[in-house]
């Protein structure tokens, strides 16, 4: 596990448009940051420049204090998740699941016993069998989560990752995704533009609105009655 500080980290586009605006935020070891904010403020060019997917304009990227700005992603000790995964349609669960360990050349006992934790606290210690088209729109958002967390990495980012289910589901992963984070405690950095979300799972949000960042906090202080 490691904490993840951003340092004045602005982001430019060509042609101007300034996405991420001199953002300094320290995201804790073992803590869940939820990024919330309007549509356009910023959060996924954030993620992305955590992730390494986008270089940052200026400033400094710091994951386990050591500064990643120039590392490419496979170097950053990062999983990310998306609201539009691809599980590998003719692998079973368990090794979607397993596929990411295997190619690191880990053994099958150690890969096995990853699996099998991992699909238990996602709830799908009974579907390791199944192809994904034989599972419903959220036991596939799990085993895309479980893809991305087996391997246990030191950073978890995820992107609007439940935007593509329907209410009732994305109100019923929020328990999925809690349980996760008890379990593994990866430093979690969680973009949402639903503030409910945002408050059921984050230890602290972050609000972004227009590159900038508002306030950081628990959620009892940012939502507080005034
Ligand atoms: P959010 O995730 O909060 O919806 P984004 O980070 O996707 O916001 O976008 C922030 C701003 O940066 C928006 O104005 C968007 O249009 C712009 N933007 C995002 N990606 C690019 C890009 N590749 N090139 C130019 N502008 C971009
Ligand atoms: P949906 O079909 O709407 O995607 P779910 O994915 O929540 O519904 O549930 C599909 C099946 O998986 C159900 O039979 C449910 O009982 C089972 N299931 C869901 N969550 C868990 C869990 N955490 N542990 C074990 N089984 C679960």
């Known amino acids: 596990m490691a904490e993840v500080t951003l340092t004045d980290v602005t982001k430019e586009f060509p042609g101007g448009t300034v996405a991420v605006d001199q953002v300094s935020l320290t995201v804790e070891d073992g803590e869940f940051m939820v990024l919330v904010g309007p549509s356009g403020c910023g959060k996924s060019t954030l993620l992305r420049m955590v992730a390494g997917l986008e270089d940052v304009t200026s400033g400094t990227v710091q994951i386990g204090g050591r500064v990643v700005n120039d590392l490419p992603p496979k170097e950053r000790d990062i999983a990310m998740v998306f609201q539009n995964y691809a599980l590998y349609p003719h692998m079973t669960v368990a090794d979607n699941l397993g596929f990411s360990l295997r190619l690191r050349g880990m053994r099958k006992p150690q890969v096995l016993e990853q699996v099998t934790d991992t699909a238990h606290v996602l709830g799908l210690g009974l579907l390791l069998e199944r192809k994904p088209a034989a599972l419903s729109g959220g036991q596939r958002q799990r085993v895309a989560m479980g893809r991305a967390i087996v391997r246990r990495p030191q950073v978890f980012l995820m992107d609007e990752p439940l935007s593509n289910l329907d209410a009732k589901l994305r109100v019923a992963m929020r328990g999925e995704l809690s349980r996760l984070h008890q379990r593994y405690g990866t430093t979690t950095i969680y973009v949402t533009h639903d503030q409910v979300e945002a408050m059921t799972l984050g230890n602290r949000i972050a609000v972004l609105d227009r590159g900038k960042l ?13």
């Open 214 to 226: 508002q306030q950081v906090g628990p959620p009892d202080e940012l939502y507080a009655a005034p």
